[in-house]
């Protein structure tokens, strides 16, 4: 069975764009693929070496993405940090890692200039550590977006050169996975571009938030004041609105009131009402499920750690066998 892995940053709570991008298509292929689900706690002291409450970070991102759908029968769903193995087979990768290449990956110079003070050799070699996630199990398909593409080719150049080094057709060589036509883009509320947690306040609308901090949200969205020519084509605010309400609703909703931004009959608070509650519809289940979650310490522990021995069994498997084909042996 294929095996699929991606890595997740803990970084803030989960928005409704994390969701439609990425999570619900990590929940679908549960189902078809031998899957491991990470949080990067690890990659973390990159930009934070001193990090505040990195459990308590840590177990927020476990609890939303389990309120999520994400299944711990199902997935391998684990703390990087508790696969100590990563770390060794990082520091191999590391040794076969150039500083040419790694000085010219861009996020690596992105990172430079914004953290001028703290250009930290786990930032120059963050690839070399994401190369060692996705090579402990082996993975043949990673899900990531479109700027962990250039990581994802410093993997398959490691992997490939792991292989050539020590003459062993030993890792597969990792394949980015994007969801085709699956792939949504879901718009920000502030007019312009995509819903992102380091947007403006209000352009993010988080699985966690309450039914009244959503309408809130959603009724501030930046519109214009309305159409003044029949079937005149939508500005960016509001074809984003409409964006989201075929996300939310059903297509009689949507032609409903596409049909009065035609007519010009349209009133923007209708529109943005029937949204939020379709919103809040959609995530009162799952803001639920985070909160009873969040509150169950002891299920929280057991999932983490069913996820470590999992991952555990796999990893060290293949760092003992990276170990033999490098040449360590135990006296
Ligand atoms: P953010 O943009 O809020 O910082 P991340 O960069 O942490 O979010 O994204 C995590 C995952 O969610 C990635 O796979 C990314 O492609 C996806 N994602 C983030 N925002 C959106 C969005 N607005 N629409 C679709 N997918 C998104
Ligand atoms: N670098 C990824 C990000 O910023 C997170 C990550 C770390 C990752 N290790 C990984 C993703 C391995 C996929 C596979 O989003």
């Known amino acids: 069975m294929e095996i699929v892995l991606s890595g997740i940053r803990p970084t803030g709570n989960l928005h409704l764009g994390n969701y439609f991008g990425a999570v619900r298509n990590f929940v679908k292929m549960q189902d078809e693929a031998n899957c491991f689900f990470f949080i990067a706690d690890y990659h973390s002291l990159t930009t934070h070496p001193k990090p505040d409450d990195l459990h308590a970070r840590v177990k927020q991102v476990l609890v939303e993405y389990l309120a999520a759908g994400l299944d711990p029968e199902k997935s391998t769903l684990y703390v990087q940090s508790d696969l100590q193995e990563t770390a060794e087979l990082y520091l ?3 040794m076969n890692a150039y500083m040419g290449e790694l000085e010219r990956v861009t996020t690596f110079k992105e990172k430079a200039r ?6 930290n050799a786990g930032l120059l070699t963050y690839p070399s550590l994401m190369a060692a996630d996705i090579l402990i199990h082996k993975a043949h398909k990673v899900p990531v977006g479109k700027d962990q593409e250039q990581h994802l080719e410093m993997t398959r150049t490691f992997a490939r050169r792991f292989n050539r080094m020590y003459q062993e057709d030993y890792f597969p060589i990792p394949q980015a996975f994007n969801f085709g036509e699956e792939l949504v883009k879901v718009p920000g509320l502030d007019g312009s571009g995509k819903m992102g947690k380091s947007e403006g306040e209000g352009n993010a609308i988080f699985l966690s938030d309450d039914p009244k901090t959503i309408r809130k949200k959603v009724m501030r969205a930046v519109t214009d004041s309305g159409p003044t020519e029949p079937n005149q084509s ?3 605010a509001i074809e984003n609105l409409f964006t ?3 996300i ?7 032609n409903f009131f596409d049909e009065q931004y035609n007519n010009c ?3 923007y608070g209708d529109l943005k009402k029937h949204l939020a509650e379709e919103i809040v519809h959609f995530t009162d289940p799952i803001r639920n499920r985070i909160l009873e ?3 169950n310490e002891q299920y ?6 069913l996820g470590a021995e999992k991952a555990r069994e796999s990893g060290r498997k293949t760092v003992n066998e990276v170990r033999e084909i490098i040449g360590f042996k135990s006296f």
């Open 265 to 267: 009959t349209i009133r």
């Open 114 to 119: 914004k953290q001028p003070d703290n250009v």
């Open 234 to 236: 939508k500005p960016e």
């Open 248 to 254: 939310m609703s059903t297509p009689d909703a949507y």
């Open 92 to 94: 191999f990768l590391n």
């Open 300 to 305: 929280i522990s057991k999932v983490a750690r």
């Open 244 to 246: 989201m309400l075929r």
């Open 293 to 295: 979650l969040g509150n």
